[in-house]
């Protein structure tokens, strides 16, 4: 059933919905999401709200639910993986385990230490088919402030892992372009990166 479906399509429809909360999730990251039926038509879209608010995900799903298109032949699209724990609002990945969603496509795993894998852990154990990694350097760059502001550790360890192949300058202009940053962002990167070397 999946492989009718345009994985790349509608992981930049909720792209699309993510662009549509920038600025206005506080410290969330602005993230979107679609549910897609089996047909491949979008039958619900999220976006992040603020804080304390609902999550994309769980935006979808109401509507998807007071629709009447909420079952298991359901594929969600989000652009970040699921969260795996109830901080402000409840975890995404349980409550979509809970409303019988059998399918999950994400951009990119959330960088927080607290999910980094987790949700996308969670909803496989429950039996849910994730497929991650979707459009993951669009994602990334759609985030890369967000991901800068909030966790930094993030690009730091990318930057460790490329600084053995490469030049600082060219370091930095790769991050730069990885994370849609400013020069002197990255360049800030770099520098972290020669100050916590052995």
Known sequence: ???SLDHGAHMRAAMAEA???RGKTGDNPWVGCV???ARGRVVARGQTQGPGEDHAEIGA???AAEHG???ATVTLYSTLEPCSF???TPACSRVIIDRGVRRVVTGMRDPNPRVDGEGARILRDAGVEVLEGVCEAEVRRQLGSWVLAYHPHEPLRRARAMASTMQRAELAAALA???AI???AAARIVSALDATSP
Do not use: F, K, N, P
């Open 1 to 3: 059933m999946t492989a």
């Open 19 to 21: 662009e549509r909360a």
């Open 35 to 37: 549910i897609v039926d």
């Open 61 to 63: 799903l109401h509507e």
């Open 69 to 71: 298109a909420l079952d």
């Open 86 to 88: 109830h901080g402000r």
């Open 177 to 179: 372009s990885l994370y």
């Open 182 to 184: 400013h020069a002197a």
